[in-house]
């Protein structure tokens, strides 16, 4: 698959925190165009040493039928932009999207192990590679970066509304009976309700949904090949 909405990434820290504002107002997320139920859903991930510049990024398709992995997309490049609190996809975002790039089926849909609008300033992981790619996504992240929320229900599907400064920025979703929740963002093209029940859709057992644990997975996998010299 092609990305053809892409900017520059070899930018200092205003040029990004304004590309971040720019680009947040082209965000769809009070409806989707999401085919029901979506045929192919991808899950991506990013994995690397600390201190090192050396990122591995992969991409999983699966069919969400029955989950079933059908495509692997992987890729290990260095990445220059230093490590900046609300600006990591201007680290990740390159070899996501170089993966992305080799995928031969585009999907319906992916989902981010990271987030989408709970982000400072509303325009995560999830956000910014879903507008550039021009496809429904989500954030599902394993901790808090933003707001915050009530009670969450023990029960697997229970969720409840994540606040940021008075807003709607996401939800607090159990995936599994009496295990912790992960935390649901709109990327784009999508509404927070259909997110959370795409993602439960999504999982298969684990805490995690199944797309983005076997993207983390393959991340690692090419991590510990790097390590051992086996890597780029």
Same mark, same amino acid.
């Given at each position: 698959?092609?990305?053809?909405?892409?900017?520059?990434? /070899?930018?200092?820290?205003?040029? +990004?925190? +304004?590309?971040?504002?720019? *680009?947040?107002? #082209?965000?769809? !997320?009070?409806? /989707?165009? !999401?085919?029901e139920p979506p045929r192919w859903v991808a899950g991506a991930d990013i994995s690397y040493e600390r201190g090192s510049d050396l990122f591995h990024a992969a991409v999983i398709l699966l069919r969400y039928a029955d989950l079933t992995p059908i495509e692997e997309a992987t890729v290990s490049a260095r990445v220059f932009f230093p490590y900046i609190p609300g600006l990591l996809t201007f680290r990740e975002g390159p070899p996501l999207l170089a993966a992305f790039e080799r995928l031969h089926r585009r999907p319906d849909l992916v989902l981010f192990d990271g987030q989408g609008i709970a982000h400072p300033r509303g325009?995560?992981? %999830? +956000?910014? @590679?879903? @507008?550039? *790619?021009? !496809?429904?996504?989500i954030g599902c992240a394993k901790s808090l970066l933003v707001g915050s929320h009530g009670d969450v229900g023990e029960k697997r599907g229970s969720w409840t509304e !994540? @606040?940021?400064?008075?807003?709607?920025? #996401? %939800? %607090?979703?159990?995936?599994?009976?009496?295990?912790?929740p992960v935390y649901v963002s709109q990327g784009h093209r999508i509404t927070l309700e259909r997110a959370v029940a795409l993602v439960l859709g999504c999982c298969r057992g684990y805490r995690i949904p199944e797309p983005v644990r076997l993207a983390h997975l393959a991340v690692n996998r090419l991590r510990l090949e790097g390590r051992c010299g086996n890597g780029p």
């Open positions: 698959m092609k990305t053809d909405r892409i900017h520059r990434w /070899d930018v200092n820290y205003q040029e +990004a925190v +304004a590309l971040q504002e720019e *680009l947040r107002e #082209g965000l769809i !997320l009070t409806e /989707d165009s !999401l085919r325009f995560g992981l %999830a +956000a910014h @590679l879903g @507008l550039l *790619l021009d !496809l429904p996504a !994540l @606040l940021y400064r008075t807003r709607r920025v #996401g %939800a %607090a979703v159990r995936t599994r009976d009496h295990v912790r």
